[in-house]
């Protein structure tokens, strides 16, 4: 079974192997409101930790994605590019952004588990 982890800035990453997909949370796209476009990495960017991996525009405002972890992005999820609503329908599921192989496995523990995640979120 896959670990998630979170970020300070709301994405996660479900690790398997080496290999670590990344979106945003639920409480990200809650925030953003009706998503109308994603711009994704292109396979082969390397991308540092804390680095732009991407970029996800609502009706309400654009942010940036950042890379939770270091590392060489492997694959990219298209479906994004042709309908970006899912974002809004299923982040931790069929919307994952990227997928990355990890450089660095021990960026993994300044991430939050998701229980961590649920509590850092109540606080905001």
Known sequence: MAKIFFSDEHEYIKIEGNIGTVGISDYAQKALGDVVYV????????????????????????????????????EVNADLAKDPALVNQDPLGKAWFYK????????????????SYNAYIEGL
Request: glycine residues 10%; hydrophobic residues 35%; negative net charge.
């Open 39 to 74: 711009e994704l990495p292109k396979i082969g960017t390397k991308v540092a930790k804390g680095g732009t991996a991407g970029v996800v525009e609502s009706v309400k405002s654009a942010s940036e994605i950042y890379s939770p972890v270091t590392g060489e992005v492997v």
């Open 100 to 115: 990355i192989k990890i450089a660095n496995e021990n960026e993994l523990s300044a991430l939050k588990d998701e229980s």
